[in-house]
């Protein structure tokens, strides 16, 4: 029995006896005993920046973001001490704002808002807003990016404020390489426009744009060159493992901060595997990544390097709150009436993506590459529909199936989806490839 992350528990997985399971997970880390402690002494020791103590004072005031309910951050853990901080620095309550980083994604309220700030001091102390990225007026037109002509468009709020924070969870991303850092800020507390720019098909289709890379990345490439164009701003990382317990932490500089945590992120999640298979078995690694459809996505994309070419892909995904944008179920609708190919023609000869689009066309790596079959208890059944993949009622079936297609009983299981990034690698002691 394997238990794979399902909404905010769990869901058992029975193999048929004949299966061999290998099972792929993150290199552990120990878990940090005391957060608050490591946030205080990574706050005190930052990289490449002067302590944040030191960094409030004279400030008039301060605008931290943090990201939106997709992400799992612990903001429990440094919102509170970074606004006492800034507070003890001088800088009134009043001008002080937590905006999330919403980008696109619908704005986060209610019981929902005080889930993700995590400390009920913080919504009663400061102001705690969500970005807008369809607000004209909330935003700041720096000009273009040199490289590739991307519209500069900024949260008018975090721009006009006199010390600027981005804090975040920085993991394997299917499209920038990592999340955090200088991500918060575009597409995080992006106008519209700047995330329809680098968001369009000629960036999702750069082989760059994948999971892991930052080397030569579009993505990556276009944020630093924002975050360099609007002028210093610090970030406060974090690192979790699969219990979303805190298991490193950094401040300072949002590039040098940002890359520190990377190394220890890659050094965890970019798993070696000597071997391919052509039935993998993951999820979209339970709450909250698993709300939508939508960011179900990312679970597909990620372990394709070590799936055969035509295998199965099998992901488990609770889609609580369904499918997710209406402008993404437009998306989809589109490509199951046009078809894999003509949909992509439909993007190629457009500027700007239509919001959301982007994920329908990273959809479609996986569709060209394997049999998607997708658990779920969250969709109707026209969501089912748009889905465009393969829905089915049972995961243990599902598997029995492809071995019996496939005639191999080696099965890859990844339960935490997304946030472990499996890659092919032959070596000496490999044993040669599944086909």
């Known amino acids: 029995m394997i238990d794979l992350p399902y909404g905010k528990g769990h869901l058992s997985v029975r193999l048929p006896a004949k299966a061999r399971p290998a099972i792929i997970r993150k290199t552990p880390l120990p878990k940090i005993q ?12 930052p990289v490449q920046a002067r302590p944040f103590k030191v960094l409030a004072q004279g400030r008039r005031s301060a605008c931290i973001l943090i990201c939106d309910i997709t992400r799992p951050v612990p903001n429990h853990l440094f919102l509170r001490p970074m606004i006492e901080d800034l507070l003890a620095a001088g800088i009134p309550a009043q001008e002080i704002c937590v905006l999330i980083a919403t980008g696109l994604h619908r704005p986060n309220v209610g019981a929902e808002l005080a889930e993700l700030v995590g400390d009920p001091w913080v919504l009663s102390t400061v102001r705690v807003e969500n970005h807008n990225a369809r607000d004209d007026a909330g935003h700041v037109d720096l000009g273009s990016t040199r490289t590739r002509g991307t519209p500069v468009k900024i949260n008018r709020r975090f721009i006009e404020a006199d010390l600027k924070i981005a804090t975040g969870l920085v993991e394997p991303h299917f499209m920038a390489g ?4 200088r991500k918060l800020v575009a597409p995080g507390i992006a106008h519209a426009d700047t995330i329809r720019t680098f968001h369009s098909a000629r960036f999702m289709a750069d082989p760059f744009a994948s999971s892991c890379n930052l080397n030569g990345n579009p993505l990556h490439e276009e944020q630093l060159e924002i975050v360099r164009m609007i002028g210093e701003i610090h970030g406060l990382n974090t690192v979790i493992d699969e219990e979303r317990d805190l298991v490193h932490v950094t401040f300072g500089e949002i590039v040098a901060s940002h890359l520190a945590a990377v190394a220890v992120v890659r050094s965890v999640t970019e798993i070696d595997v000597h071997r391919r298979f052509h039935t993998i078995v993951t999820s979209s690694a339970g709450h909250p990544l698993d709300k939508t459809y939508y960011q179900t996505i990312k679970g597909m994309v990620t372990p394709l390097d070590i799936l055969v070419p035509g295998g199965t892909l099998i992901i488990a995904s609770e ?7 209406p402008e993404f179920r437009e998306a989809q609708s589109r490509l199951v009436d046009l078809g894999r190919d003509a949909f992509l023609r439909t993007l190629l000869c457009k500027p700007l993506a239509d919001i959301d689009e982007w994920q329908t066309q990273m959809q479609l790596k996986p569709m060209r590459a394997a049999r998607i079959q997708l658990y779920t208890s969250g969709l109707s059944a026209e969501e089912r529909r748009l889905a465009g993949v393969e829905v089915i009622e049972s995961i243990d079936e599902a598997i029995e199936e492809s071995i019996g297609r496939c005639g191999e009983a080696d ?21 040669g490839d599944a086909d």
Do not use: K
Request: hydrophobic share 35%; proline share 9%; charged share 15%.
């Open 34 to 45: 005391d957060g608050r402690a490591a946030v205080r002494q990574a706050l005190d020791h």
């Open 178 to 181: 990592y999340s955090g850092g």
């Open 319 to 325: 889609c609580s709150e369904g499918f997710g944008s």
């Open 411 to 431: 099965v890859a299981v990844i339960p935490e989806g997304p946030y472990v990034i499996p890659f092919y690698a032959m070596g000496p002691d490999a044993g």
